[in-house]
């Protein structure tokens, strides 16, 4: 069973419109990461909030990722963006 991630954090003032091709650049990297099944983006320009649910094949899948872009540099890239590092949440899809 797949699991599903949340990533919630808040857009830095006024870094909002440098964040988007950053984000066009990076997503079909993480769509096409081994254990990725999806991968959809929200945001509130009243509050800055950013939303980012995905679903991976597994937490492990999902943290392989995470250290795959903590050793190359993208998280940190993507966190320069955000008031600070995404709350990270695993959720199992309920099947009723």
Known sequence: MSIWVSLDT????????????F????????RGFSGALSVSIFYDE????????????????HQNY???ISENGVM????????GPPKVQYYSKLPI
Do not use: D
Request: aromatic fraction near 10%.
């Open 10 to 21: 808040t857009v830095k003032k006024g870094r909002y419109e440098e964040l988007l091709p």
């Open 46 to 61: 009243e509050t800055n909030n950013f939303l980012l649910i995905e679903e991976w094949l597994s937490c492990e899948h």
């Open 23 to 30: 984000l066009q650049k990076n997503l079909p990297n993480v």
């Open 76 to 83: 940190e890239q993507l966190v320069a963006f955000m008031e």
């Open 66 to 68: 995470i250290k795959f």
